[in-house]
């Protein structure tokens, strides 16, 4: 499975969604104008002394008023919708019934959940997603949301924590991530927006049919004393509204019918692929397997009972409601592809009857251990590391454990709310050398009050020697407390980063990048930069590339001829015809131009993102040497234009 082809695959069922949206309101339209004739046809036909006009198939007029008035409603309703769901995953996870879990929850399968998320998380290389679970749901099931995995959000419901263990829940949330790296999520709430406007003619013709009948009912009321000829058409624009209705009805599950399709087809094959994909990133095919075999031996199976379910159901890891068109292919099938050898038989379960006793907090049931293999050579090979992207190895998911476990105890406790993720923040830009931070802490003291500097020393004091291993996975982990901060602590946020970055004048590459992941996470979630993709060719960011490539040669290589080498050896792997490239010199390359680089990659297609990260790869490792700063420094500059790249294993 390739990252960047499976995101560019992403891409154009996109496109495919659009025509098939397109298809089916022409149906709709066409079906309400049908509808419109016929009802205008019966009123005329027995007006007294009216003789009916000679049917005529295409009525211009009437054709104008239905198409005009169809398009406007399925416009409307998707426009509305497509507006509520960018807020993001979180949005889709609260409007289904979700409770976000917290870092500090006491709460013995929340814990489990939350632990499995955050390892899939870190072996993953993707910011931390919001944890929801939805306690009402009583049937196995799961889904992540968003639009970005800086947005994202994964939920369960409660049957799937309390009846799943932990290497079937495990399967699961690792079919979630899969959805989340190919870039499924995003195309996936689109079809919820695309849904809900051909679904709402159905729900017009559902008021329609109850305010008419109501109608009729107060008509002949109040009209007794009237001419008889009065109640009779009353009566008889009664039934018009009725059929109306119905008619309506009938469209609207027509569309509904449509969208089904429309949602089958475009997700049966994402969930074989997100299946194949869960087993290798735990190697256990039984984990997703047996996950499914519960679902089938269960008496609720994977049901959704909010109503919401209905437009979402393709989001879901397993059918969430009845329906023609599965969006899911059978469980047995999907049971069959993971585990060939299946006998067809489920496993029989049942909601657990007490709950388990509460845990005591985070702090006290692991004490923190030292990451193993502190070697500062890695062996490392450039292709192989673009390979990595989007993908998760069981090694990974057991090194990204031990990372977590390798957070200091003060800090992992820190990062369960803003403000003390936002404090981890500032103190990860602390510079190492003592003048260098005393000037970095006169330039915040200026806008920052006395007791947040004395908290960012206090954290930056409990980070002391942190392993450069860990910087990139406590910001990962830092997400989902930064993400429910007040946006008047993110201007403070994005102020005191400016200032700590700027202030000592030399900056290193690590923590200007740093600075990139967090400015361009935050900045998604809090809508301060939309993303949109806007550069499809590598020939467009020529320059940019030059910038970038120049800067990695200079850091990664001491002597001039070498960095010129690494960058000739990089730039080979850039096809940009007929222009030739040189290095630019250390001190030319200002660190505004890498930040305008940075961007434009990060809003690139996966096939341009792909070429400038292989380059920034094979540029970094050209003398073979690879030190964990040069690695971490490449992981970053993955961070920060949006590759999920897997922390890289030291082989010691």
Same mark, same amino acid.
């Given at each position: 499975m390739d990252f960047f082809a499976e995101q560019d695959r992403s891409?154009?069922?996109?496109?495919?969604?659009?025509?098939?949206?397109?298809?089916?309101?022409?149906?709709?339209? @066409?079906?309400?104008?049908?509808?419109?004739?016929?009802?205008?046809?019966?009123?005329?036909?027995?007006? %007294?002394?009216?003789?009916? %006009?000679?049917?005529?198939?295409?009525?211009?007029?009437?054709?104008?008023?239905?198409?005009?008035?169809?398009?406007?409603?399925?416009?409307?309703?998707?426009?509305?919708?497509?507006?509520?769901?960018?807020?993001?995953?979180?949005? !889709?996870?609260?409007?289904?019934g979700g409770r976000l879990v917290n870092r500090s929850?006491?709460?013995?399968?929340?814990? +489990?959940?939350?632990? !499995?998320?955050? &390892?899939?998380?870190?072996?993953?290389?993707?910011?931390? %997603?919001?944890?929801?679970?939805?306690?009402?749901?009583?049937?196995?099931?799961?889904?992540?949301? @968003?639009?970005?995995t800086s947005d994202a959000a994964v939920?369960?419901?409660?049957? /799937? /924590?309390?009846?799943?263990?932990?290497?079937e829940l495990q399967g699961v949330i690792a079919h979630e991530f899969s959805h989340i790296l190919n870039g499924d999520m995003r195309l996936n709430i689109r079809l919820i927006g695309v849904l809900s406007g051909i679904m709402i003619i159905a729900n017009i013709g559902r008021i329609i049919i109850y305010s008419g009948s109501g109608r009729r009912h107060r008509h002949h009321h109040h009209h007794h004393h009237m001419h008889r000829t009065t109640t009779r058409t009353s009566g008889r624009g009664g039934a018009q509204i009725l059929i109306a209705g119905l008619l309506l009805i009938v469209i609207g599950y027509l569309g509904v019918l449509l969208g089904r399709m429309i949602q089958s087809a475009l997700s049966r094959q994402r969930e074989y692929l997100a299946d194949a994909s869960s087993v290798q990133f735990t190697r256990n095919p039984s984990g997703i397997a047996n996950a499914l075999k519960k679902i089938g031996g269960f008496s609720l199976g994977s049901k959704i009972a909010s109503p919401f379910a209905e437009e979402a159901s393709h989001m879901f890891f397993g059918n969430a409601i009845n329906s023609l068109f599965a969006t899911h292919p059978p469980i047995q099938d999907r049971i069959r592809k993971?585990? %060939?050898?299946?006998?067809?038989?489920?496993?029989?379960?049942?909601?657990?009857?007490?709950?388990? &006793?509460?845990?005591?907090?985070?702090?006290?049931?692991?004490?923190?251990?030292?990451?193993? @293999?502190?070697?500062?050579q890695m062996n490392l090979d450039a292709d192989t590391i673009v390979k990595q992207a989007g993908k998760v190895t069981p090694e990974n998911v057991a090194y990204s454990s031990q990372l977590i476990s390798a957070i200091p105890e003060k800090v992992r406790g820190?990062?369960?709310?803003?403000? @003390?993720?936002?404090?981890?923040? /500032?103190?990860?830009? $602390?510079?190492?050398?003592?003048?260098?931070?005393?000037?970095?802490?006169?330039?915040?003291?200026?806008?920052?009050?006395? +007791?947040?500097?004395?908290?960012? $020393?206090?954290? &930056?004091?409990?980070?002391?020697?942190?392993?450069?291993?860990?910087?990139?996975?406590?910001?990962?982990?830092?997400m989902p407390a930064l993400r429910m901060m007040p946006p008047s602590l993110y201007a403070k946020l994005n102020a005191?980063?400016?200032?700590?970055?700027?202030?000592?004048?030399?900056?290193?590459?690590?923590?200007?990048?740093?600075?990139e992941i967090i400015k361009h996470r935050l900045g998604v979630v809090f809508k301060k930069n939309k993303r949109k993709i806007k550069f499809n060719s590598i020939k467009q960011?020529?320059?940019?590339?030059?910038?970038?490539?120049?800067?990695?040669?200079?850091?990664?290589?001491?002597?001039?001829?070498?960095?010129?080498?690494?960058?000739?050896?990089?730039?080979?792997?850039?096809?940009?015809?007929?222009?030739?490239?040189?290095?630019?010199?250390?001190?030319?390359?200002?660190?505004?131009?890498?930040?305008?680089?940075?961007?434009?990659?990060a809003s690139a297609t996966p096939g341009v993102k792909k070429i400038v990260f292989n380059a920034c790869a094979h540029c970094a490792l050209y003398d073979k040497k690879v030190s964990i700063k040069e690695a971490e420094l490449l992981r970053a500059i993955a961070y920060s234009i949006d590759i999920p790249i897997p922390p890289f294993l030291s082989k010691s």
């Open positions: 891409r154009s069922k996109a496109f495919q969604l659009i025509i098939m949206f397109i298809f089916a309101v022409a149906l709709v339209v @066409g079906a309400v104008y049908a509808a419109f004739m016929g009802v205008y046809y019966y009123s005329l036909m027995d007006e %007294p002394g009216f003789y009916a %006009p000679a049917f005529e198939w295409f009525n211009p007029r009437l054709f104008l008023i239905a198409s005009g008035s169809t398009l406007a409603v399925i416009l409307i309703g998707s426009i509305t919708k497509i507006i509520a769901l960018s807020k993001g995953g979180s949005y !889709v996870a609260e409007s289904l929850t006491r709460d013995k399968d929340e814990r +489990k959940l939350f632990n !499995v998320v955050e &390892e899939m998380s870190i072996a993953s290389g993707v910011p931390m %997603p919001q944890v929801y679970i939805m306690d009402d749901e009583n049937g196995i099931n799961a889904f992540a949301a @968003g639009y970005s939920a369960v419901t409660r049957g /799937c /924590c309390e009846i799943l263990d932990r290497d993971v585990e %060939p050898n299946f006998d067809g038989k489920f496993i029989k379960s049942s909601i657990p009857d007490q709950k388990a &006793e509460a845990v005591s907090s985070f702090s006290g049931d692991q004490k923190e251990t030292p990451l193993k @293999g502190s070697v500062s820190s990062i369960d709310d803003a403000f @003390g993720a936002t404090m981890v923040i /500032c103190a990860l830009l $602390l510079d190492k050398d003592v003048e260098e931070k005393k000037t970095q802490i006169k330039h915040l003291s200026r806008v920052a009050p006395e +007791k947040i500097i004395k908290q960012i $020393l206090i954290t &930056e004091k409990s980070l002391k020697n942190i392993d450069t291993r860990l910087r990139l996975p406590l910001i990962d982990l830092s005191y980063i400016d200032i700590l970055v700027e202030a000592d004048g030399k900056l290193t590459l690590f923590e200007f990048s740093l600075k960011l020529s320059e940019e590339t030059e910038n970038l490539l120049s800067k990695l040669a200079h850091v990664g290589h001491s002597d001039k001829t070498t960095a010129n080498e690494a960058f000739d050896a990089a730039i080979k792997k850039v096809p940009i015809v007929g222009k030739t490239m040189k290095i630019i010199p250390n001190n030319k390359v200002k660190f505004t131009a890498i930040g305008t680089a940075l961007d434009h990659f």
